[in-house]
């Protein structure tokens, strides 16, 4: 399980290998981008013309592809592999 400090995906070991490409599309990055901007669920829903309950799902997925626990987590994997 991952702790609320780590962005590493969860099961990562040191040395396994180069990571795979992003997991991540460039709507999935749009939204990572907006989060990092500090927008809430609404303000990205309205700008991606969306539901909130859709961004929800979107956000809960990217996590789950990237096996990290919190939205932010997400943003700071995509920002260190310089994607946002």
């Known amino acids: 399980?991952?702790?609320?400090?780590s962005a590493a995906p969860r099961g990562a070991r040191a040395g396994a290998g180069p990571e795979p490409a992003t997991p991540l599309d460039h709507e999935d990055l749009e939204?990572?981008?907006l989060l990092a901007d500090?927008?809430?669920?609404g303000a990205v829903a309205r700008r991606l013309r969306t539901s909130?309950?859709?961004?929800?799902r979107?956000?809960?997925s990217i996590c789950n592809?990237?096996?990290?626990?919190?939205p932010i987590q997400a943003v700071?994997?995509?920002a260190r592999r310089g994607l946002l």
């Open 58 to 60: 979107r956000i809960r």
């Open 76 to 78: 700071v994997w995509a």
């Open 52 to 56: 909130e309950r859709t961004v929800r």
């Open 38 to 41: 500090g927008a809430l669920l």
């Open 65 to 70: 592809r990237l096996g990290v626990d919190a």
């Open 31 to 33: 939204l990572l981008r």
């Open 1 to 5: 399980m991952g702790t609320a400090n």
